[in-house]
Protein backbone atom coordinates (compact mmCIF):
# COMPACT_ATOMS: atom_id res chain seq x y z
CA UNK A 1 0.00 0.00 0.00
CA UNK A 2 1.01 3.44 -1.05
CA UNK A 3 0.94 6.55 1.21
CA UNK A 4 -1.63 7.63 -0.74
CA UNK A 5 -3.57 4.68 -0.04
CA UNK A 6 -3.38 4.78 3.39
CA UNK A 7 -4.21 8.67 3.52
CA UNK A 8 -7.62 7.55 1.85
CA UNK A 9 -8.52 4.74 4.19
CA UNK A 10 -8.17 6.97 6.80
CA UNK A 11 -11.23 9.23 5.36
CA UNK A 12 -14.59 8.24 5.47
CA UNK A 13 -16.11 7.12 1.78
CA UNK A 14 -20.07 7.92 0.90
CA UNK A 15 -20.87 5.99 -2.21
CA UNK A 16 -23.83 8.35 -3.87
CA UNK A 17 -26.10 7.56 -6.10
CA UNK A 18 -28.70 10.65 -7.86
CA UNK A 19 -31.44 9.93 -9.37
CA UNK A 20 -34.32 12.62 -10.69
CA UNK A 21 -34.68 16.09 -12.19
CA UNK A 22 -32.20 18.92 -12.24
CA UNK A 23 -33.52 20.12 -9.05
CA UNK A 24 -32.67 16.64 -7.49
CA UNK A 25 -29.26 17.01 -8.90
CA UNK A 26 -29.00 20.37 -7.21
CA UNK A 27 -30.11 19.24 -3.84
CA UNK A 28 -27.12 16.17 -4.44
CA UNK A 29 -24.46 18.86 -5.03
CA UNK A 30 -25.75 20.35 -2.03
CA UNK A 31 -25.49 17.59 0.04
CA UNK A 32 -21.99 15.97 -1.60
CA UNK A 33 -20.78 20.15 -0.77
CA UNK A 34 -21.28 19.70 3.03
CA UNK A 35 -19.96 15.73 2.68
CA UNK A 36 -16.22 17.06 0.71
CA UNK A 37 -16.65 20.04 3.24
CA UNK A 38 -16.38 17.83 6.35
CA UNK A 39 -13.49 15.78 5.10
CA UNK A 40 -15.55 12.62 3.95
CA UNK A 41 -14.38 11.53 0.47
CA UNK A 42 -17.08 10.41 -2.38
CA UNK A 43 -16.14 7.19 -4.55
CA UNK A 44 -18.73 5.56 -7.12
CA UNK A 45 -18.51 2.09 -5.78
CA UNK A 46 -20.47 1.13 -3.10
CA UNK A 47 -18.61 -2.00 -2.21
CA UNK A 48 -16.06 -0.43 -1.44
CA UNK A 49 -17.58 3.12 0.68
CA UNK A 50 -18.72 2.92 4.21
CA UNK A 51 -22.16 4.43 3.89
CA UNK A 52 -24.38 4.57 0.93
CA UNK A 53 -26.36 7.99 -0.17
CA UNK A 54 -29.48 6.98 -2.44
CA UNK A 55 -30.78 10.34 -4.09
CA UNK A 56 -34.35 9.66 -4.79
CA UNK A 57 -36.90 11.15 -7.55
CA UNK A 58 -40.71 10.24 -6.71
CA UNK A 59 -42.61 11.47 -9.14
CA UNK A 60 -43.39 9.16 -11.69
CA UNK A 61 -44.13 5.50 -10.54
CA UNK A 62 -41.50 4.68 -13.36
CA UNK A 63 -38.94 7.13 -11.12
CA UNK A 64 -39.53 5.07 -8.05
CA UNK A 65 -39.57 1.81 -9.89
CA UNK A 66 -35.58 3.11 -10.05
CA UNK A 67 -35.16 4.38 -6.93
CA UNK A 68 -36.38 1.40 -5.33
CA UNK A 69 -34.03 -0.57 -7.85
CA UNK A 70 -31.65 1.73 -6.70
CA UNK A 71 -32.19 1.36 -2.62
CA UNK A 72 -31.73 -2.33 -2.91
CA UNK A 73 -28.63 -2.64 -4.80
CA UNK A 74 -27.12 -0.23 -2.66
CA UNK A 75 -28.17 -2.29 0.42
CA UNK A 76 -26.66 -5.66 -1.72
CA UNK A 77 -23.68 -4.09 -2.14
CA UNK A 78 -22.91 -2.22 0.49
CA UNK A 79 -25.55 -2.86 3.40
CA UNK A 80 -25.21 0.92 5.04
CA UNK A 81 -28.12 3.09 3.32
CA UNK A 82 -29.05 6.46 3.48
CA UNK A 83 -32.25 7.12 1.80
CA UNK A 84 -33.47 11.14 0.98
CA UNK A 85 -35.06 12.77 -2.09
CA UNK A 86 -38.12 13.27 -3.07
CA UNK A 87 -39.56 9.35 -2.39
CA UNK A 88 -38.30 10.17 1.24
CA UNK A 89 -41.52 12.41 1.64
CA UNK A 90 -43.48 8.96 1.86
CA UNK A 91 -40.77 6.89 3.74
CA UNK A 92 -43.29 4.21 4.58
CA UNK A 93 -43.04 2.85 1.21
CA UNK A 94 -39.28 2.86 1.68
CA UNK A 95 -39.59 1.03 5.04
CA UNK A 96 -42.29 -1.22 3.97
CA UNK A 97 -39.29 -2.67 1.69
CA UNK A 98 -36.44 -2.14 3.04
CA UNK A 99 -36.86 -2.43 6.63
CA UNK A 100 -33.12 -1.81 6.99
CA UNK A 101 -31.90 1.45 5.43
CA UNK A 102 -30.75 3.24 7.98
CA UNK A 103 -32.29 6.70 7.86
CA UNK A 104 -34.99 8.20 5.36
CA UNK A 105 -35.05 12.10 5.02
CA UNK A 106 -37.13 13.85 2.73
CA UNK A 107 -36.29 16.52 -0.44
CA UNK A 108 -34.16 19.42 0.80
CA UNK A 109 -33.81 18.02 4.14
CA UNK A 110 -29.59 18.51 3.97
CA UNK A 111 -29.32 19.11 7.84
CA UNK A 112 -30.70 15.53 7.92
CA UNK A 113 -28.73 13.95 5.76
CA UNK A 114 -25.61 15.07 7.35
CA UNK A 115 -26.93 13.93 10.65
CA UNK A 116 -27.78 10.55 9.53
CA UNK A 117 -23.88 10.48 7.46
CA UNK A 118 -22.36 11.41 10.63
CA UNK A 119 -24.51 8.89 12.81
CA UNK A 120 -23.46 6.03 10.45
CA UNK A 121 -19.65 7.08 10.05
CA UNK A 122 -18.21 9.98 11.82
CA UNK A 123 -16.50 12.37 10.10
CA UNK A 124 -12.78 12.41 9.99
CA UNK A 125 -10.86 14.75 12.63
CA UNK A 126 -9.54 17.29 10.05
CA UNK A 127 -12.27 18.80 8.39
CA UNK A 128 -10.47 19.74 5.19
CA UNK A 129 -12.10 22.61 4.23
CA UNK A 130 -9.28 23.63 1.71
CA UNK A 131 -10.38 21.03 -0.30
CA UNK A 132 -13.79 22.77 -1.36
CA UNK A 133 -14.04 25.24 -4.22
CA UNK A 134 -15.59 28.39 -2.91
CA UNK A 135 -18.21 27.43 -5.92
CA UNK A 136 -19.05 24.12 -4.15
CA UNK A 137 -18.82 20.63 -5.51
CA UNK A 138 -20.51 20.61 -9.48
CA UNK A 139 -21.96 17.27 -10.56
CA UNK A 140 -22.60 19.00 -14.17
CA UNK A 141 -19.44 19.77 -16.28
CA UNK A 142 -17.39 22.41 -15.02
CA UNK A 143 -18.22 24.93 -17.68
CA UNK A 144 -22.09 24.32 -17.13
CA UNK A 145 -24.29 24.31 -13.67
CA UNK A 146 -27.56 24.43 -12.45
CA UNK A 147 -28.37 27.23 -10.34
CA UNK A 148 -32.16 27.00 -8.28
CA UNK A 149 -33.71 29.90 -7.39
CA UNK A 150 -36.48 28.60 -5.35
CA UNK A 151 -38.34 25.72 -3.96
CA UNK A 152 -41.84 24.37 -3.88
CA UNK A 153 -44.53 25.47 -5.92
CA UNK A 154 -47.69 27.85 -5.46
CA UNK A 155 -49.57 25.54 -8.34
CA UNK A 156 -51.70 22.72 -7.41
CA UNK A 157 -51.60 20.62 -11.34
CA UNK A 158 -53.29 17.98 -10.57
CA UNK A 159 -51.37 15.23 -11.92
CA UNK A 160 -48.35 16.29 -9.68
CA UNK A 161 -47.28 15.71 -6.35
CA UNK A 162 -44.19 18.28 -6.05
CA UNK A 163 -45.79 20.66 -4.02
CA UNK A 164 -47.41 18.20 -1.39
CA UNK A 165 -43.61 16.78 -1.63
CA UNK A 166 -41.87 19.93 -1.79
CA UNK A 167 -44.31 22.77 -0.12
CA UNK A 168 -45.26 26.08 -1.35
CA UNK A 169 -43.10 28.60 -3.12
CA UNK A 170 -40.12 29.57 -0.81
CA UNK A 171 -38.15 31.50 -3.36
CA UNK A 172 -34.13 32.33 -2.44
CA UNK A 173 -33.44 35.79 -2.52
CA UNK A 174 -32.20 37.67 -5.23
CA UNK A 175 -28.42 38.64 -3.72
CA UNK A 176 -28.20 34.94 -2.74
CA UNK A 177 -28.92 33.59 -5.94
CA UNK A 178 -26.40 36.46 -7.40
CA UNK A 179 -23.84 35.50 -5.03
CA UNK A 180 -24.19 31.86 -5.95
CA UNK A 181 -23.71 32.84 -9.79
CA UNK A 182 -21.10 35.00 -9.62
CA UNK A 183 -18.77 32.28 -7.63
CA UNK A 184 -19.72 29.79 -10.62
CA UNK A 185 -18.58 32.33 -13.44
CA UNK A 186 -15.29 33.14 -11.27
CA UNK A 187 -14.51 29.35 -11.09
CA UNK A 188 -15.14 28.88 -14.96
CA UNK A 189 -18.65 28.15 -15.35
CA UNK A 190 -20.36 29.92 -18.54
CA UNK A 191 -23.54 29.22 -18.96
CA UNK A 192 -25.91 29.17 -16.11
CA UNK A 193 -29.06 26.98 -15.97
CA UNK A 194 -31.94 28.26 -13.94
CA UNK A 195 -34.39 26.33 -12.74
CA UNK A 196 -37.23 26.22 -10.12
CA UNK A 197 -40.88 24.20 -10.14
CA UNK A 198 -42.32 28.27 -11.51
CA UNK A 199 -39.19 30.30 -12.22
CA UNK A 200 -41.55 33.49 -13.44
CA UNK A 201 -43.57 32.96 -10.33
CA UNK A 202 -39.48 33.74 -8.51
CA UNK A 203 -39.75 36.49 -5.85
CA UNK A 204 -43.77 36.36 -5.12
CA UNK A 205 -43.85 34.60 -1.50
CA UNK A 206 -41.00 37.48 -0.49
CA UNK A 207 -43.16 40.25 -2.30
CA UNK A 208 -40.46 41.33 -4.50
CA UNK A 209 -38.45 41.71 -1.78
CA UNK A 210 -34.95 44.18 -2.47
CA UNK A 211 -31.75 42.29 -1.11
CA UNK A 212 -28.17 43.40 -1.41
CA UNK A 213 -26.23 42.80 -4.21
CA UNK A 214 -22.39 44.19 -4.55
CA UNK A 215 -23.74 48.05 -3.73
CA UNK A 216 -26.78 48.21 -5.02
CA UNK A 217 -30.19 46.45 -4.01
CA UNK A 218 -31.85 44.03 -6.47
CA UNK A 219 -35.33 42.94 -6.30
CA UNK A 220 -36.65 39.68 -6.31
CA UNK A 221 -38.14 39.34 -9.12
CA UNK A 222 -38.02 37.53 -12.46
CA UNK A 223 -37.16 40.16 -14.28
CA UNK A 224 -34.60 42.11 -12.23
CA UNK A 225 -32.80 38.27 -11.56
CA UNK A 226 -32.39 37.63 -15.25
CA UNK A 227 -31.08 41.32 -15.78
CA UNK A 228 -28.39 41.20 -13.22
CA UNK A 229 -27.21 37.38 -14.13
CA UNK A 230 -27.04 38.35 -17.50
CA UNK A 231 -24.77 41.21 -16.63
CA UNK A 232 -22.21 38.36 -15.18
CA UNK A 233 -21.54 37.24 -18.47
CA UNK A 234 -22.43 33.55 -19.04
CA UNK A 235 -25.14 32.66 -20.80
CA UNK A 236 -28.20 32.46 -18.95
CA UNK A 237 -30.96 29.68 -19.59
CA UNK A 238 -34.37 29.71 -18.15
CA UNK A 239 -36.05 26.61 -17.58
CA UNK A 240 -39.80 26.22 -16.41
CA UNK A 241 -41.35 29.82 -17.59
CA UNK A 242 -45.29 29.68 -17.36
CA UNK A 243 -46.73 31.95 -20.03
CA UNK A 244 -47.62 34.83 -18.00
CA UNK A 245 -47.61 38.30 -19.73
CA UNK A 246 -45.05 39.45 -17.73
CA UNK A 247 -42.75 37.09 -19.30
CA UNK A 248 -42.74 39.62 -22.34
CA UNK A 249 -40.07 41.74 -20.50
CA UNK A 250 -37.73 38.83 -20.16
CA UNK A 251 -37.77 38.27 -23.57
CA UNK A 252 -36.91 41.87 -24.45
CA UNK A 253 -33.75 40.85 -22.53
CA UNK A 254 -33.09 37.85 -24.68
CA UNK A 255 -33.54 40.36 -27.86
CA UNK A 256 -31.10 42.59 -26.64
CA UNK A 257 -28.74 39.54 -25.63
CA UNK A 258 -28.56 39.90 -22.33
CA UNK A 259 -29.97 36.60 -21.44
CA UNK A 260 -30.24 33.94 -24.35
CA UNK A 261 -33.10 33.49 -26.33
CA UNK A 262 -34.31 29.99 -25.19
CA UNK A 263 -37.80 29.28 -23.06
CA UNK A 264 -38.45 26.11 -21.37
CA UNK A 265 -42.11 26.01 -20.86
CA UNK A 266 -44.18 23.21 -19.57
CA UNK A 267 -47.18 23.73 -21.72
CA UNK A 268 -48.31 19.78 -21.35
CA UNK A 269 -51.43 20.19 -23.49
CA UNK A 270 -53.67 22.70 -25.76
CA UNK A 271 -57.18 21.81 -25.05
CA UNK A 272 -58.91 23.84 -22.58
CA UNK A 273 -60.61 20.43 -21.30
CA UNK A 274 -57.46 18.88 -20.81
CA UNK A 275 -56.02 21.99 -18.98
CA UNK A 276 -58.90 22.34 -16.82
CA UNK A 277 -58.55 19.12 -15.64
CA UNK A 278 -54.93 19.63 -15.34
CA UNK A 279 -55.39 22.82 -13.20
CA UNK A 280 -52.69 24.74 -15.16
CA UNK A 281 -51.52 28.04 -14.62
CA UNK A 282 -51.55 30.86 -16.54
CA UNK A 283 -54.02 31.83 -19.26
CA UNK A 284 -53.38 28.76 -21.88
CA UNK A 285 -56.16 29.91 -23.99
CA UNK A 286 -54.29 33.11 -24.81
CA UNK A 287 -50.44 30.69 -24.99
CA UNK A 288 -50.24 30.95 -28.94
CA UNK A 289 -51.03 34.47 -28.58
CA UNK A 290 -48.15 34.86 -26.42
CA UNK A 291 -45.58 32.61 -28.78
CA UNK A 292 -46.59 34.67 -31.22
CA UNK A 293 -45.75 38.14 -29.35
CA UNK A 294 -42.52 36.71 -28.04
CA UNK A 295 -41.39 36.09 -31.32
CA UNK A 296 -42.20 39.64 -33.00
CA UNK A 297 -40.27 40.54 -29.47
CA UNK A 298 -36.86 38.08 -30.66
CA UNK A 299 -37.48 36.80 -33.49
CA UNK A 300 -34.65 33.92 -33.25
CA UNK A 301 -36.13 32.74 -29.78
CA UNK A 302 -35.80 29.02 -29.15
CA UNK A 303 -39.14 27.60 -27.38
CA UNK A 304 -38.78 24.20 -25.66
CA UNK A 305 -41.48 22.53 -24.13
CA UNK A 306 -42.94 19.71 -22.15
CA UNK A 307 -46.71 17.95 -23.27
CA UNK A 308 -48.53 14.89 -21.64
CA UNK A 309 -50.61 12.56 -23.44
CA UNK A 310 -53.20 9.97 -22.77
CA UNK A 311 -54.31 12.39 -19.66
CA UNK A 312 -57.65 11.44 -18.22
CA UNK A 313 -60.71 12.02 -20.16
CA UNK A 314 -58.47 13.13 -22.83
CA UNK A 315 -61.00 12.45 -26.39
CA UNK A 316 -59.89 12.29 -29.58
CA UNK A 317 -60.88 15.91 -30.16
CA UNK A 318 -58.72 16.92 -27.43
CA UNK A 319 -56.13 15.20 -28.93
CA UNK A 320 -56.36 16.62 -32.05
CA UNK A 321 -56.90 20.14 -30.91
CA UNK A 322 -53.31 18.92 -29.99
CA UNK A 323 -51.91 18.41 -32.98
CA UNK A 324 -53.34 21.58 -34.30
CA UNK A 325 -51.69 23.49 -31.70
CA UNK A 326 -48.73 22.72 -31.67
CA UNK A 327 -48.54 22.55 -36.40
CA UNK A 328 -49.12 26.43 -34.76
CA UNK A 329 -46.85 26.76 -32.32
CA UNK A 330 -44.27 25.62 -34.21
CA UNK A 331 -41.83 24.71 -31.01
CA UNK A 332 -38.34 24.34 -31.73
CA UNK A 333 -37.97 21.08 -29.03
CA UNK A 334 -40.74 19.18 -27.81
CA UNK A 335 -40.18 16.01 -24.95
CA UNK A 336 -43.76 14.43 -24.60
CA UNK A 337 -45.10 12.01 -21.66
CA UNK A 338 -47.49 8.94 -21.99
CA UNK A 339 -49.86 10.15 -18.82
CA UNK A 340 -48.64 7.71 -15.43
CA UNK A 341 -50.96 7.94 -12.65
CA UNK A 342 -48.82 8.95 -9.73
CA UNK A 343 -49.51 7.97 -6.17
CA UNK A 344 -51.35 10.96 -4.03
CA UNK A 345 -52.13 12.76 -7.25
CA UNK A 346 -55.68 14.60 -7.29
CA UNK A 347 -56.05 13.44 -10.71
CA UNK A 348 -56.93 10.19 -9.93
CA UNK A 349 -59.73 11.65 -8.45
CA UNK A 350 -61.13 13.46 -11.33
CA UNK A 351 -63.78 10.79 -12.08
CA UNK A 352 -62.47 11.22 -15.47
CA UNK A 353 -62.05 7.77 -17.41
CA UNK A 354 -58.52 6.25 -17.83
CA UNK A 355 -56.84 6.13 -22.00
CA UNK A 356 -56.65 2.74 -22.59
CA UNK A 357 -52.63 2.07 -22.88
CA UNK A 358 -53.05 1.40 -26.16
CA UNK A 359 -54.34 4.60 -27.40
CA UNK A 360 -51.87 6.52 -25.21
CA UNK A 361 -48.96 4.65 -27.24
CA UNK A 362 -50.72 5.76 -30.66
CA UNK A 363 -51.45 9.19 -29.79
CA UNK A 364 -48.01 9.88 -28.36
CA UNK A 365 -46.52 8.38 -31.69
CA UNK A 366 -48.73 10.78 -33.57
CA UNK A 367 -47.79 13.31 -31.68
CA UNK A 368 -43.65 12.84 -31.98
CA UNK A 369 -44.06 12.06 -35.53
CA UNK A 370 -45.56 15.74 -36.27
CA UNK A 371 -43.15 17.28 -33.87
CA UNK A 372 -40.37 15.74 -35.50
CA UNK A 373 -41.67 16.95 -39.02
CA UNK A 374 -41.00 20.89 -37.35
CA UNK A 375 -38.12 20.19 -35.46
CA UNK A 376 -36.93 19.06 -38.14
CA UNK A 377 -37.78 22.28 -40.83
CA UNK A 378 -36.97 24.54 -37.46
CA UNK A 379 -33.40 22.98 -37.95
CA UNK A 380 -32.59 22.90 -41.84
CA UNK A 381 -33.55 26.40 -41.81
CA UNK A 382 -30.42 26.83 -39.34
CA UNK A 383 -28.44 25.10 -42.55
CA UNK A 384 -25.58 28.43 -43.97
CA UNK A 385 -26.00 30.20 -40.56
CA UNK A 386 -23.06 31.28 -38.06
CA UNK A 387 -23.94 29.82 -34.52
CA UNK A 388 -22.01 30.48 -31.24
CA UNK A 389 -21.36 26.79 -29.58
CA UNK A 390 -20.54 25.84 -26.41
CA UNK A 391 -17.83 22.39 -26.96
CA UNK A 392 -19.47 19.80 -24.41
CA UNK A 393 -17.14 16.86 -25.23
CA UNK A 394 -13.94 17.52 -27.23
CA UNK A 395 -13.04 15.30 -29.62
CA UNK A 396 -9.96 14.97 -31.89
CA UNK A 397 -11.52 16.16 -35.54
CA UNK A 398 -14.82 16.82 -34.13
CA UNK A 399 -16.23 17.82 -31.36
CA UNK A 400 -19.53 17.82 -29.50
CA UNK A 401 -21.51 21.04 -28.13
CA UNK A 402 -24.59 23.38 -28.32
CA UNK A 403 -25.84 26.51 -29.41
CA UNK A 404 -27.83 28.94 -27.83
CA UNK A 405 -31.09 26.83 -28.58
CA UNK A 406 -30.30 23.62 -27.10
CA UNK A 407 -30.13 22.93 -23.00
CA UNK A 408 -27.60 20.11 -21.94
CA UNK A 409 -28.99 16.77 -21.53
CA UNK A 410 -32.47 17.55 -22.91
CA UNK A 411 -32.12 19.31 -26.46
CA UNK A 412 -30.25 18.09 -29.25
CA UNK A 413 -26.27 18.77 -30.51
CA UNK A 414 -24.21 20.61 -32.87
CA UNK A 415 -21.26 18.54 -34.22
CA UNK A 416 -18.04 20.66 -34.77
CA UNK A 417 -15.48 19.86 -36.97
CA UNK A 418 -12.44 21.65 -36.03
CA UNK A 419 -8.56 22.25 -37.13
CA UNK A 420 -7.59 23.34 -33.79
CA UNK A 421 -8.23 21.79 -31.04
CA UNK A 422 -11.18 22.84 -28.74
CA UNK A 423 -11.69 22.50 -24.96
CA UNK A 424 -14.69 21.71 -23.43
CA UNK A 425 -16.55 25.32 -22.09
CA UNK A 426 -14.83 27.07 -25.34
CA UNK A 427 -17.43 28.84 -27.10
CA UNK A 428 -16.41 28.79 -31.12
CA UNK A 429 -18.29 30.57 -33.88
CA UNK A 430 -19.53 27.63 -36.41
CA UNK A 431 -21.16 27.38 -39.62
CA UNK A 432 -23.80 25.20 -40.03
CA UNK A 433 -23.80 22.51 -42.92
CA UNK A 434 -25.74 19.95 -42.41
CA UNK A 435 -28.97 19.17 -40.63
CA UNK A 436 -30.61 15.44 -39.69
CA UNK A 437 -33.70 15.44 -37.33
CA UNK A 438 -32.50 16.52 -33.93
CA UNK A 439 -28.81 17.55 -34.23
CA UNK A 440 -26.88 20.15 -36.57
CA UNK A 441 -23.05 19.82 -38.07
CA UNK A 442 -20.60 22.43 -38.93
CA UNK A 443 -17.65 24.07 -39.26
CA UNK A 444 -15.99 26.33 -36.58
CA UNK A 445 -14.53 29.43 -38.24
S1 LIG B 1 -46.40 24.03 -11.78
FE1 LIG B 1 -47.74 22.26 -11.61
S2 LIG B 1 -46.50 20.58 -12.48
FE2 LIG B 1 -45.08 22.23 -11.97
S3 LIG B 1 -44.41 21.77 -9.87
FE3 LIG B 1 -46.12 23.20 -9.71
S4 LIG B 1 -47.88 21.87 -9.41
FE4 LIG B 1 -46.25 20.57 -10.23
Same mark, same amino acid.
Given at each position: ????????????????????????????????????????????????? *?????????????????????????????????????????????????????????????????????????????????????????????????????????????????????????????????????????????????????????????????????????????????????????????????????????????????????????????????????????????????????????????????????????????????????????? *??????????????????????????????????????????????????????????????????????????????????????????????????????????????????
Amino acid at each position: MNDTDSDRTALPRISFVSLGCPKALVDSERIITRLRAEGYELTRNHAGA *DAVIVNTCGFLDSAKAESLEAIGAALNENGKVIVTGCMGAEPEQIRDRFPNVLAITGPQAYESVLGAVHAAVPPAHDPFLDLVPAQGIKLTPRHYAYLKISEGCNNRCSFCIIPKLRGDLASRPAGEVLREAEKLVAAGVKELLVISQDTSAYGLDLKYADSMFQDRTVRTRFYDLSRELGALGAWVRLHYVYPYPHVDEVVELMAEGIVIPYLDIPFQHASPNVLKAMKRPGNQDKALERIHRWREICPDIALRSTFIVGFPGETDADFDLLLDWIGEAKL *DRVGAFKYEPVRGAAANDLGLPQVPDEVKELRYRRFMEKQQEISAKKLAAKVGKRLQVIIDEPGPTVSKGRSKFDAPEIDGSVFVASRRPLRAGDIVSVKIERADAYDLHGIAV
